[in-house]
């Protein structure tokens, strides 16, 4: 059976990293859906979220890791899913979760599974990750290796500005 986890994934965290290899523990094979959300202020572009998000889970074989360029239900179709796999870290990440599986239901009959947080990892969001980044912050102990390297190793680092379409 194949699910989705699907996200902007700016930057890839160690709380999706934790997301993605429980979805593979649960379903098998899984297709990260990297999407594209204008109401964004990007911190990647859309190839480094792309590339750092294949690299940090690499060493899954049955991970695939694909450009989302629209609906997360039409990548679904497009990728034999009927199963969505999102996390939340809170209440309040349920109550949204919860809209958007009930949503993806009447538009094309999908499930969602939504999986509480580590608690190790409950307080980690790519948002607060790139204010932190932004600010010059170390940020290794919220993103897996292949994110932190590459940042580390990025010729002046400076937040993606441009919408991408």
Same mark, same amino acid.
């Given at each position: 059976?194949?699910?989705?986890?699907?996200?902007?994934?700016?930057?890839?965290?160690?709380?999706?990293?934790?997301?993605?290899? *429980?979805? +593979?523990?649960?379903?098998?094979?899984?297709?990260?859906?990297?999407?594209?959300?204008?109401?964004?202020?990007?911190?990647?572009?859309?190839?480094?979220?792309?590339?750092?998000?294949?690299?940090?889970?690499?060493?899954?074989?049955?991970?695939?890791?694909?450009?989302?360029?629209?609906?997360?239900?039409?990548?679904?179709?497009?990728?034999?899913? *009927?199963?969505?796999?999102?996390?939340?870290?809170?209440?309040?990440?349920?109550? +949204?979760? +919860?809209?958007?599986?009930?949503?993806?239901?009447?538009?094309?009959?999908?499930?969602?599974?939504?999986?509480?947080? *580590?608690?190790? /990892?409950?307080?980690?969001?790519?948002?607060?990750?790139?204010?932190?980044?932004?600010?010059?912050?170390?940020?290794?102990?919220? +993103?897996?290796?292949?994110?932190?390297?590459? /940042? *580390?190793?990025?010729?002046?680092?400076?937040?993606?500005?441009?919408?991408?379409?």
């Amino acid at each position: 059976m194949t699910a989705v986890v699907g996200g902007s994934f700016d930057p890839f965290t160690i709380g999706h990293d934790d997301l993605v290899r *429980r979805a +593979v523990r649960l379903f098998g094979q899984v297709v990260v859906g990297v999407g594209i959300n204008s109401a964004k202020d990007y911190l990647l572009t859309l190839d480094e979220r792309v590339n750092l998000t294949r690299a940090s889970l690499a060493d899954l074989p049955s991970v695939r890791v694909e450009l989302m360029p629209g609906l997360l239900a039409d990548f679904c179709r497009q990728h034999g899913a *009927r199963t969505i796999v999102k996390g939340a870290r809170s209440g309040s990440d349920f109550d +949204v979760e +919860v809209a958007l599986a009930q949503m993806n239901a009447s538009y094309d009959d999908l499930e969602t599974v939504i999986l509480p947080s *580590r608690p190790a /990892w409950g307080f980690i969001s790519s948002t607060l990750v790139r204010q932190a980044a932004r600010g010059g912050a170390d940020i290794s102990q919220y +993103v897996p290796p292949a994110v932190a390297n590459y /940042w *580390r190793q990025r010729p002046n680092p400076q937040p993606s500005s441009t919408v991408e379409q």
